[in-house]
């Protein structure tokens, strides 16, 4: 396998070891390692270990966006730039790669595919559902990796030029709104999928229920976490019952 | 469930664990799909899948951001996906509540030993160290197979106890439940609901994200009418 592919293969061990200290900078490493090998002198040569080194360093992005990174410094060390700018390099891509990721994947497409599944399962098509959120969650998902892999290693030091392309600017303009959308509409959809068959007065204080329970974690404030105060009601609920026999 | 069941649910459970952030985060470990296979392995996905659309809402409140703990829905599904699959007569709204109770449980317990693992992890970059900053390939392969396995040996754990916990609540609790189904289904709606529509808004705001978050409602409304 060329070494693109071997690199492209272990960007989805990034953050096996995950730690405190380095985040993903050993699955960094582990990821840049086999396109390192052809430096001069082969993986015994002191260009191959000054870089394996360097390449484990602190690193922290979101995962399917550090492929650009990890694109880009094996350029850079082909190229035999100085170290100190392959450095900067890394410490840069961290913020921009992170912000980029965490909007268009964890707070757009994720919820967005996620709720489309949802809404899937209530509309009757059964395992279907969880078969098109897998697919059409990993399409985006996998090309993402393989682009940023890709553009890294083409543009190396000038990886930012990757990060002004139009189709990256046209998705996070449509992401958030397309996942708002998306989400709103399963709502509804999964309400009444939850409550099939039951009398209008269920529906009806479960609706209240919800929009109750929203409420209540708004005025909790932003450090209130929803499945906590959600645990608890149910915990409560469960107990209760067992009780009341 | 017999043993190969078990045995099967588990070994699932452990790599949809490994999935949430070891490798390769292509998201078996969310809720909608780890409640399906939990439901396949027994030969009955649909209850599976039921379980597992129910906790997809809640797994909708936290997003996983930056280096953020988030609850680890995976391996706790698959086994309350599998219990839900195993009871031939079907899960009542209130053996759901049980079941749905353990999986929270079992999510939350997956973010704190998650913070463990990363914590093991830290040790093992400090005990290599040296060789790390020698260029040593041995050491980071090393480091990276630490934390594989101990990160499928929190998701083993995980699964092991939310398939012992889910089956103790959907057979034996379950039976004993006297409040009404009617309030377990409500419980359930408004709770797993009022999550989204709270995760929905606090994303949105009050611009014209929010004005987008209405008009999906608004849309999904309007299906659910022309459906029912």
Redesign the interface.
């Given at each position: 396998m060329p070494a693109f592919g071997r690199v492209l293969a272990r960007l989805f061990v990034l953050q096996a070891s995950w730690n405190y200290e380095r985040m993903q900078g050993v699955g960094f490493g582990y990821a840049a390692e086999p396109a390192l090998r052809a430096l001069e002198g082969g993986p015994q040569g002191a260009r191959y270990r000054a870089a394996l080194a360097r390449e484990a360093h602190f690193f922290n992005a979101h995962p399917y966006f550090a492929s650009l990174a990890v694109g880009a410094a094996v350029r850079a060390e082909m190229d035999g730039e100085p170290p100190e700018r392959i450095e900067r390099l890394r410490e840069t891509l961290c913020g921009p790669l992170g912000s980029i990721g965490d909007r268009l994947f964890w707070a757009s497409w994720l919820p967005a595919t996620s709720a489309l599944g949802l809404a899937l399962v209530a509309l009757g098509a059964r395992w279907w559902a969880a078969v098109a959120f897998l697919v059409l969650y990993n399409v985006v998902h996998v090309a993402c990796r393989v682009w940023g892999l890709r553009a890294g290693w083409d543009h190396g030091l000038k990886v930012v030029l990757a990060l002004q392309s139009p189709a990256l600017r046209a998705a996070s303009r449509v992401a958030a709104p397309l996942a708002s959308v998306v989400v709103g509409a399963a709502l509804p959809i999964a309400f009444a999928w939850q409550l099939r068959g039951a009398s209008e007065r269920t529906w009806l204080v479960a609706a209240v229920g919800a929009a109750l329970f929203a409420i209540v974690l708004r005025l909790l404030g932003p450090r209130a976490s929803g499945v906590a105060l959600a645990g608890a009601l149910l915990a409560l609920t469960w107990v209760a019952g067992l009780l009341w026999s | 469930m017999n043993g190969l069941d078990v045995a099967a649910v588990v070994v699932l459970g452990t790599l949809v664990g490994l999935d949430v952030?070891?490798?390769?985060?292509?998201?078996?470990s969310?809720p909608?799909?780890a409640g399906?296979l939990g439901g396949?392995v027994v030969g009955a996905?649909?209850p599976g899948?039921?379980i597992?659309?129910?906790l997809?809402?809640?797994?909708?409140?936290?997003?996983?951001?930056?280096?953020a703990r988030t609850?680890d829905w995976g391996p706790g599904t698959v086994a309350v996906g599998a219990v839900a699959g195993s009871h031939p007569s079907g899960i009542m709204a209130?053996g759901l509540?049980?079941l749905?109770?353990v999986a929270?449980?079992s999510?939350?317990v997956g973010g704190l030993l998650t913070h463990q693992v990363?914590?093991a992890?830290?040790d093992?970059?400090?005990r290599y160290r040296t060789a790390?900053?020698?260029?040593?390939?041995r050491a980071?392969?090393t480091?990276?197979r630490?934390?594989?396995l101990r990160?499928a040996t929190r998701s083993f754990a995980l699964a092991s106890i939310a398939l012992a916990l889910g089956d103790v609540a959907a057979s034996l609790?379950a039976r004993?439940?006297?409040?009404s189904q009617?309030?377990?289904?409500?419980?359930?709606?408004?709770?797993?609901?009022?999550?989204?529509?709270?995760?929905?808004?606090?994303?949105?705001g009050p611009g014209?994200?929010?004005l987008?978050?209405?008009?999906?409602?608004?849309?999904?409304?309007l299906?659910?009418v022309w459906?029912?």
């Open positions: - | 952030a070891s490798v390769p985060q292509a998201m078996f969310r909608l799909v399906l396949v996905p649909l899948l039921t597992g659309a129910i997809e809402l809640f797994a909708m409140d936290a997003l996983p951001v930056g280096a609850p209130s509540l049980g749905v109770v929270v449980v999510a939350w990363r914590r992890n830290v093992s970059v400090v790390l900053e020698a260029g040593d390939v980071l392969l480091i990276q630490q934390g594989l990160d609790l004993r439940w006297g409040g009617d309030l377990a289904l409500i419980v359930l709606a408004a709770s797993s609901i009022g999550v989204v529509l709270h995760a929905g808004w606090r994303r949105a014209l994200q929010g987008w978050l209405l008009g999906g409602v608004g849309a999904g409304a299906v659910t459906l029912t």
